[in-house]
């Protein structure tokens, strides 16, 4: 019996909300996103890992690589959870995760480019040519006289 219960009376009978009225509450906010989505979680790094290996590509090439490869690698996990759960994660967090690996694609193409283009000097003049620049100078001298 409760305090305002009368002797002998029935409870009062409250009944239980309509499913409606849950319908028109609002979602909460919360910090990772509006309306209980997230972030994808690689979507910053993927951005700054494409960004740092398109600068760093002309470093000979393999800093560009590196970059590039685990940018790439961290773009696709999430494009992957992406597409299995499109409504959990913030189109912003996709939109930057996408932009990542486009960069570090591109930072790949100019890292290989860059080489095989050293590559191809040292197997063209070769190696101490490119140590010793009066011997370079030479063999393009004599490239010239033939």
Known sequence: MSENQVPGQEPEFTPNPKPSDFSQQVPPVTPHGQFGQMSLPN???????????????????VPGLILGIIGLVLGNKDLALYKN??????????KNSKAGRI???????????????????????????????????????GMKSQ
Do not use: R, W
């Open 85 to 94: 759960n499109p409504d959990a994660y913030t189109e912003s967090s996709y």
């Open 103 to 141: 960069c570090s694609i591109i930072a790949l193409i100019l890292s290989v480019l860059y080489v095989l283009f050293i590559v191809a000097i040292v197997m063209f003049f070769g190696f101490a040519a490119l140590q010793d620049p009066q011997h370079m100078k030479e063999v393009l001298e």
């Open 43 to 61: 979507s910053t790094p993927v951005l700054v890992l494409g960004i740092l290996a398109i600068l760093s590509c002309c470093c000979y090439g």
